[in-house]
């Protein structure tokens, strides 16, 4: 199966628990929109942050959502891509894991937010279209080894895949592991190579 999802999801974690609350990144998200800080046609901030294991604080925009995810106790960049996704499964992930880095990248230089840093070791993709994508064993056999091949000679090395969530009502979604750290410069290298118009 290798049908283009309607929206196509990607979080990274942070290593380690941030020092300061979710709210903080309201302005800075705010202020991206001013300085047209990352790509896409930026809109709006929305904060969730009240929520306990919530979607956080949410920059969207035209084609993608940026959001500062707080969902299953984990805090991370979560990049969604809503619109003008590319023709093929493979380009399509190239897109989100890219713009996903740049954005989780430019937080990391926030110099309000002190110690931030994400892993890139590892992230969650989800398949948001229930329509193709169904959250059962079947479906996951018949994306795994494309999904595996293809992270593995974007990351340059073995990457494992596994299912995230076995309740079927749960969206598909898989997670990935590379066994070391990661050459992040290397790693922007192979994703910009004959990467689509975001």
Do not use: C
Request: aromatic share 10%; no cysteine.
């Amino acid at each position: 199966m290798t049908t283009v999802p309607k929206r196509l999801a990607i979080k990274f974690n942070l290593k380690q628990n941030p020092t300061f609350p979710a709210k903080e990144i309201v302005p800075i998200f705010q202020r991206w929109i001013q300085e047209h800080a990352v790509e896409g046609m930026l809109i709006d901030v929305t904060s969730y942050t009240h929520v306990q294991d919530g979607p956080g604080v949410i920059l969207i925009a035209d084609e993608a959502d940026y959001g500062y995810d707080l969902s299953n106790g984990r805090v991370g960049l979560r990049y969604t891509r809503k619109r003008f996704l590319p023709d093929t499964l493979q380009d399509a992930i190239r897109q989100v894991v890219r713009l996903a880095i740049v954005a989780s990248q430019r937080l990391e230089d926030e110099e309000l937010l002190e110690g931030v840093a994400f892993d890139y070791t590892s992230a969650e993709i989800g398949f948001l279209d229930r329509q193709n994508y169904q959250n059962t064993p079947a479906v996951f056999d018949a994306v795994q080894a494309e999904l595996s091949q293809f992270l593995s000679e974007l990351y340059g090395t073995d990457v494992q895949v596994s299912r995230t969530y076995d309740d079927p009502r749960e969206v598909f979604s898989v997670s990935y592991r590379t066994p070391a750290d990661v050459d992040i410069e290397q790693l922007m290298t192979n994703l910009a190579t004959q990467q689509p118009v975001a």
